[in-house]
């Protein structure tokens, strides 16, 4: 007998939604939630709703889904804008599948380590303790917080910072001189946008095929770096301006470095194991 092709939900498909639905199309039938379908990649079904009108869900989402990626990112970066994205979103989604009678294998929560506040270089994996002094980091906490306390077996993914073809803001300002951080500098903590999106479809893939699961993954590269290394190696890779007076000394976001091993032990192979092979390829794409 045939073995029917899971049905997924991405909510949430911008730059990393995206992604994800497309790494997870080539297996499965996936749609993407959002409010203006046209951007959607063009394998993916289109369900057209808003987050914040919950009216716009209820009977409206596919039947029989298997599993639903929750991958929001906030209109706007103050507290009102990640309460709406990562709390009142999420809650008005988990009303419409329950309402709906969803029977779901599998609920991803795409969570940030912002939710960490360690800044004394120390090692951080899921279990260690999340008590964000920062807006951002305490609603991200709070969708979690919901997500895993829902009717549904839920899992979170904390991702650090993402870079890739599509987020060169960083090796850009290293290039121009628009930073110059002391030395020694925080730790930093970073996955490329393909093993980030990878990771998640990893993650729904591992679920749908009964493995147990975690709570919680942390994705985040296997070579937690300071912020001084990274930027003294870019420069020694290509030619860059050299910083002058205005130059920032680079954003503080504690200091502590990301540990992948569990999302590892799940059988996950980084591409990008870290910041060298990542980044690497990028400059290498821009001298072509």
Request: glycine share 10%.
């Amino acid at each position: 007998m045939a073995i029917s092709e899971p049905r997924i939900l991405v909510v949430g498909c911008g730059a990393l939604g995206s992604r994800i639905a497309s790494d997870l199309a080539q297996d499965s039938r996936v749609f993407g939630l959002k409010r203006n379908i046209r951007t959607l990649p063009a394998n993916i079904e289109p369900v057209k709703a808003d987050l914040q009108d919950p009216t716009s869900m209820h009977g409206k989402l596919p039947a029989n889904l298997d599993a639903v990626v929750y991958c929001l990112t906030p209109n706007s970066y103050d507290d009102e804008g990640y309460r709406a994205a990562f709390v009142t979103g999420l809650g008005h989604l988990i009303d419409a599948l329950e309402t709906d009678g969803h029977s779901l294998n599998r609920l991803l929560f795409v969570s940030s380590t912002g939710v960490y506040h360690q800044d004394d270089d120390s090692w951080v994996d899921e279990d260690s303790p999340t008590e964000p002094d920062r807006f951002s980091g305490q609603r991200v906490l709070e969708g979690e917080h919901l997500a895993l306390n829902s009717a549904y077996p839920a899992t979170v993914i904390r991702y650090s910072g993402i870079y890739g073809p599509s987020r060169g803001r960083f090796l850009q300002s290293v290039m121009e001189g628009r930073i110059d951080p002391a030395s020694p500098g925080p730790y930093t903590n970073r996955i490329h946008e393909e093993d980030a999106a990878a990771a998640a479809a990893h993650l729904v893939r591992y679920s749908l095929a009964g493995n147990p699961m975690h709570d919680r993954y942390l994705a985040s590269d296997s070579t937690p770096v300071r912020l001084d290394e990274i930027v003294a190696w870019i420069r020694e890779q290509v030619p860059c301006a050299e910083p002058g007076e205005e130059a920032r000394g680079g954003t503080r976001a504690g200091s502590k470095r990301c540990l992948n091993q569990r999302l590892r032990d799940s059988g996950f192979d980084f591409r990008y194991p870290g910041f060298r092979e990542g980044y690497g390829e990028l400059i290498k794409a821009l001298e072509r």
